[in-house]
């Protein structure tokens, strides 16, 4: 019996592994539809609410499971929703796949309704490979090209399907003059550089007396590699944004987070390093990074052109993470002299003192800080987290202590808005059994993570668990635009820009039949994070959090406090910025509580 372009899309995807797509219907997708309901459940439709949540979503589910991810729109505006979220995938280098509809092909060139030209929208952030399906002999190969482009060059790859030839029968490519015979696979090369590099390399480790390492998202694997050569070279580690579930808060040498929204002990780890090696990050600002010219630096990364990008490396290798660091450590001999260690360890310890007070210090109601805090003892093993942008990254870069077991992710080159729920959501359907909890501000809630509870309320009595908690900072307050405009601008804050609806969040839960906490008292926080991580099904945890604390950097620059000098007697909150950066800055220098 013959099959449909859309039957056979469909089991071409399922030879490549797809199991999961995420995505919202449209009369541009019926003939995909159609076929996928024949298919019987073996390839999973996960229905968002937005298309743009459900790119975040495929973006996500490579992320934590390191397989393709796919999403699915209708043509026009349902193609274009996805653009956000696709961008998310292509800045943090994730293989994801996204299939639009288009009208049919005698309709092409006609204005006519839902028809835009979608090669040419895809074209930047799906350049590794965008292609309009035309006649069904063209399907094998485009399928093939990619998803093996996507997993193989961890790119966003687009496939648009005109409505009519998803309905149309199914046709082999012809063995003739114009035509391709392609196949299914793909099989990861072990990627390591030249012998004579990982000398040279090692030369550099060798030589230095105070060695930094930093690692991103691509060191995701490589935790006993990177455990093993700081140990030899008795290095400090710090970890970007993307690198934060890389290694575990527990090791004494760990420093933490990197950058604005880093700590003092990752700081002096760049300021007093004579050597840095970076393992598969592109963080981006160099301003944190040792001053060029003080350190000598090896850099790990496989693509060649993430290498001396941020600080001039004197070795760049191009190589997987764990491989290379493999072939390097015999290469690499133990320091004798373990000073440089010692005095990272003893910054670590006083970095966590630091961030200890500052969660503690007193605000009105209850310190953002200190919900993270609450939370980092009471983390269930195993769990996943995931982080909106905004003031909310600061406290999960710097409060929360991940160790072995864990997932931790966010938006990172991208560093989107309303990710972190669509996020927690990919988690949760790749790994149902696990807990998964979403940290959120109420700017990104009330954009668009809102409407994906509904996502949450629709599926998550099919997950093995219901261990499904999202944290909403309710402090009415764009709060990290807000503190960019005092600090990086010399402005106060712009009330018509920054002030947000005071909205009931838990209730809202409550309403779709999901449970719903609400703290607005320190003292509560822990019982209710207990309370929350326990329930019988998906939680919003509320919190009402103070808009006057400030993100404290690990260092101010000269600049920074003139700016906030000049800011602050403008300040529609004037007297309370100043109590609680005080505050801050007093936890920083004096022993106690600091109040």
């Not at 063209?138 to 790119?155: F, K, P, S």
């Not at 490519?173 to 390399?201: C, E, I």
């Not at 598969?280 to 301003?287: D, L, R």
């Not at 290798?317 to 002299?337: C, H, N, S």
Request: hydrophobic share 45%.
């Amino acid at each position: 019996m013959a099959i449909t372009v859309g039957d056979y899309f469909w089991q071409r995807l399922k030879a490549w592994g797809v199991t999961r797509v995420f995505g919202y219907p449209g009369d541009g997708i019926n003939g995909l539809l159609g076929a996928l309901n024949r298919r019987d459940g073996d390839i999973e439709f996960v229905q968002v609410r937005h298309e743009e949540m459900a790119a975040f979503m495929a973006s996500a589910h490579a992320k934590f499971t390191g397989e393709l991810g796919v999403c699915l729109a209708t043509s026009g505006p349902g193609a274009s929703h996805l653009i956000t979220g696709l961008y998310d995938a292509r800045l943090d280098h994730m293989p994801v796949l996204a299939i639009s509809g288009q009208q049919a092909r005698t309709a092409i060139g006609a204005h006519y309704q839902q028809e835009l030209d979608l090669k040419s929208m895809f074209k930047d952030v799906a350049g590794a490979f965008c292609e309009q399906a035309m006649v069904p002999g063209q399907v094998r190969h485009l399928i093939d090209r990619a998803c093996r482009i996507a997993i193989g060059e961890r790119r966003v790859t687009a496939l648009i399907f005109p409505n009519d030839l998803q309905e149309a029968a199914y046709e082999e490519p012809p063995r003739a003059h114009g035509a391709v015979q392609s196949g299914v696979g793909y099989s990861r090369p072990k990627v390591v550089p030249f012998d004579h590099d990982l000398r040279r390399a090692a030369d550099v480790l060798n030589a230095g007396e105070k060695v930094a390492i930093l690692v991103g998202a691509g060191a995701m694997h490589a935790a006993d590699e990177v455990i093993e050569i700081a140990d030899l070279l008795g290095a400090g580690v710090a970890k970007a944004l993307l690198g934060k579930a890389a290694l575990p808060d527990d090791l004494p040498y760990v420093t933490g987070s990197i950058g604005l929204l880093g700590t003092s002990a990752s700081a002096g780890l760049m300021e007093g390093c004579d050597t840095l090696l970076m393992v598969g990050t592109g963080f981006p600002y160099s301003e944190f990074l040792p001053e060029p010219g003080k350190a000598r630096a090896v850099q790990i990364d496989l693509e060649p052109g993430m290498l001396s990008l941020r600080y001039p490396v004197e070795v760049p290798l191009v190589g997987d993470a764990v491989e290379t660091l493999r072939a390097l450590i015999p290469l690499i001999a133990r320091k004798q002299d373990r000073s440089w260690r010692e005095t990272v360890e003893e910054s670590v310890t006083q970095s966590w003192k630091t961030l200890e007070k500052r969660a503690l210090a007193p605000a009105d109601p209850v310190n953002p800080q200190r919900v993270f805090w609450e939370l980092s003892p009471r983390l269930p093993d195993g769990a996943v987290l995931t982080s909106d942008s905004g003031s909310c990254a600061n406290w999960y870069a710097r409060d929360l202590k991940i160790r072995r077991g864990m997932m931790a992710s966010l938006s990172g080159g991208l560093a989107s808005m309303g990710a972190a729920v669509p996020y927690a959501i990919a988690a949760k359907f790749a790994y149902p059994e696990r807990p998964v909890i979403a940290m959120v501000g109420d700017g990104a809630m009330q954009m668009n993570n809102m409407a994906e509870l509904i996502t949450v309320q629709k599926y998550w009595r099919d997950w093995a668990t219901p261990n499904f908690v999202v944290m909403v900072l309710n402090n009415q307050d764009l709060n990290q635009v807000t503190w960019e405009q005092r600090v990086m601008e010399g402005d106060p804050k712009f009330e018509a820009t920054q002030v947000l609806p005071d909205v009931p969040y838990h209730r809202f839960a409550e309403l779709i039949g999901l449970k719903g906490l609400y703290v607005d008292d320190p003292e509560e926080l822990g019982a209710a994070w207990d309370a929350a991580l326990k329930a019988d099904r998906p939680v919003v945890l509320e919190v009402r959090t103070d808009p006057d604390t400030p993100p404290m950097p690990p260092h101010l620059t000269l600049k920074q406090i003139r700016a906030f000098m000049t800011s602050w007697p403008r300040d529609p909150n004037a007297g309370r910025v100043l109590k609680q950066t005080a505050r801050q800055a007093l936890a920083s220098m004096l022993p106690g509580s600091g109040d």
